[in-house]
């Protein structure tokens, strides 16, 4: 034999060890090989007179060797070795994983859309899908919790930060697709977590979560923050995840200290070369890190973020400590920590959020319901770019939106005064884009007729409850050019007169009342029963804010529209008695309509 054993350690090069954390996967003399918890992608391989580092790419190939006095045969049984065992450790179900969780099964594909992807479970609220592809083509996909193994439309939907409650679009081999259970729920309760069409209750791929699932948990450390200098101190301290630690009530006299900082690192002792300084979350970032100067009295909780390096399981302390004076104030150790905390997560952003960053939304439009405006129209419109309605309600609407008096705006509302609905947004119920019944709730996303049993039964509808008397005729603003990018306007109203409107003439519009009272929440949502992401926020108030300013509306009921276009297109001054007579007219003939159908 060789005369030695090298040993493989999963960290990153020319940094702590994971040796500590490794375990024996497979011996065949002369090799050992052990696994550790840090990284799956690099490994190092130790031994008396010499090193060499591997980076492993996928199961079956190794990307970069580098080192020295190491032989074609053992770098040939290298390969051996890394293509099967290693590659293995984490299909087993109920199995922990470092960067992921607990792995509960590999998504199957039964229905053709091009689905896959590993499910695991980050704690008791969150999972994640690594590398998963979907072909968004399926109609009204969700993901999906269910009580049984078979998913059912009692099942719980998951909303995603890529397409919040809407269907799922395409995926492309995402590194990592993070779900957050919503309202109470816990993963432990339910059976199945799948691919479920809603609206044909089909599966496109389910895996089972077994019954002794084991759930990475947060840990309180057993000991508390204490010091000798400054008034060092705290309550229980709790790890997060493997690079997030909680400290509740924190105490330091930081106006008084030369300079202090959260400290962690490695070995028996604090010292100055032994860790690193770690920011607090909300006040640094990890390239600029500042010193505590301000008193806290312990009324304050603090989180700390550790850097990838010096995750949970590599450190041995956390110290308040003056580099000023290389002085240790106080410290804890880290001992005895469970080896199946939650895996770190990185912030995740929504695709809307991203989007958004990129532009300026337009100025929101306000309606007061004033003593001269107690009557609010919904029509339907597109929903103006970036820049409209996804910058307004930070949601991805639909293909239409409602447009409230004829303008993207949210609305105000006084308590004990009757206001009158007037819906336009279709009737057609053999089209989802124009069969919109408007109800209002609590609810910021709409779509009622899609939501299910359980989501159903966390919303309150205040008005709008029966959809068959909620639906009206079509009044539609629409662009002539549809190559007109609306994100080139720079507000609402100046990229609303570039719209034509149009009303089915062979139709009515649904009329009904609504009165706020002293119980209706302060924040309601005007929806469409049928579609998600179409409305947006009532504000219900005792008296109408001054510091809001009020508008009066352009024309949008469809006779005065069709009036007031009639007048553009008339060259100034040619205007004639007459037809202003029948504009006025044809305004009368709309009120009276419209108070018949009250009566």
Not at 59 to 65: D, I, M
Not at 189 to 218: D, W
Request: hydrophobic letters at 35%.
């Amino acid at each position: 034999g060789m005369g030695w054993s090298p040993s493989v350690d999963v960290s990153p090069v020319g940094k702590h060890s994971c040796r500590r954390n490794g375990r024996r996967v497979h011996t065949r003399p002369p090799v050992t090989i052990v696994y550790g918890a840090c990284r799956r992608d690099r490994f190092l391989f130790h031994a008396p007179r010499t090193l060499m580092q591997v980076t492993f790419l996928g199961t079956r190939s190794v990307l970069l060797v580098k080192g020295s006095n190491m032989t074609l045969a053992f770098g040939l049984l290298l390969l051996a070795f890394l293509a099967g065992p290693l590659a293995q450790l984490n299909s087993t179900i109920n199995s922990y994983d470092a960067d992921y969780g607990v792995f509960i099964g590999e998504l199957p594909n039964p229905s053709g859309g091009d689905v896959k992807g590993r499910v695991y479970v980050i704690n008791e609220t969150a999972l994640q899908i690594a590398n998963f592809s979907y072909n968004g083509k399926a109609p009204d996909l969700h993901f999906w919790l269910d009580q049984s193994e078979v998913p059912t439309k009692d099942g719980l939907k998951i909303p995603s930060f890529e397409f919040g409650v809407t269907p799922l679009g395409r995926y492309d081999n995402a590194e990592r697709v993070v779900l957050i259970l919503p309202g109470l729920h816990k993963i432990g309760t339910f059976r199945s977590f799948s691919l479920f069409c809603l609206k044909y209750e089909r599966n496109f791929g389910s895996v089972i979560i077994p019954e002794t699932l084991t759930i990475p948990k947060p840990q309180f450390l057993i000991s508390e923050l204490r010091g000798s200098r400054y008034n060092v101190g705290s309550g229980p301290i709790l790890i997060i995840d493997r690079r997030t630690i909680k400290i509740f009530g924190f105490t330091f006299d930081g106006d008084k200290a030369p300079d202090g900082y959260f400290f962690v690192g490695r070995g028996p002792n604090v010292g100055y070369d032994a860790g690193v300084k770690v920011p607090i979350r909300g006040r640094d970032t990890p390239e600029l890190i500042t010193a505590m100067n301000e008193r806290y009295r312990g009324g304050q909780d603090i989180i700390i973020d550790l850097p990838e390096e010096y995750d949970i399981n590599h450190i041995d302390w956390l110290s308040i400590y003056c580099y000023k004076f290389r002085v240790n104030f106080g410290h804890v150790p880290i001992t005895n920590v469970s080896q199946r905390i939650p895996p770190y997560v990185p912030p995740q952003k929504r695709y809307d959020d991203i989007e958004l960053s990129k532009v300026e939304g337009w100025p929101v439009n306000s309606l007061l319901g004033t003593e001269d405006r107690r009557n609010f129209t919904f029509q339907l419109g597109p929903p103006g770019g970036h820049r409209g309605y996804q910058s307004m309600a930070r949601a991805r609407p639909g293909k239409f939106v409602w447009y409230v008096n004829g303008y993207l705006a949210d609305i105000y509302m006084k308590r004990g005064v009757s206001y009158t609905l007037i819906v336009e947004g279709g009737d057609d119920k053999s089209t989802s884009d124009f069969y919109n019944p408007l109800y209002i709730s609590n609810d910021p996303f709409g779509g009622y007729s899609k939501l299910s049993s359980d989501e159903r039964k966390q919303v309150k509808v205040l008005a709008g409850s029966d959809p068959t008397q909620t639906a009206g005729r079509l009044c539609l603003w629409s662009q002539d050019n549809t190559e007109d990018d609306p994100d080139k306007y720079n507000s609402f109203i100046e990229y609303r007169r570039s719209l034509r409107l149009k009303c089915d003439q062979n139709s009515r519009a649904a009329v009904f009342k609504f009165t706020p009272t002293a119980n209706t929440p302060d924040t309601l949502y005007y929806q469409s029963y049928n579609s998600y992401n179409m409305g947006w926020k009532i504000h219900v108030v005792d008296d109408m804010p001054k510091d809001v300013v009020d508008f009066t509306e352009e024309p949008y009921q469809y006779e005065s529209w069709l009036q007031s276009q009639n007048l553009l297109d008339t060259s100034k001054g040619s205007g004639s008695t007459a037809s202003s007579l029948t504009g006025l007219l044809l305004r009368a003939l709309y009120l009276a309509a419209i108070l018949f159908l009250l009566e």
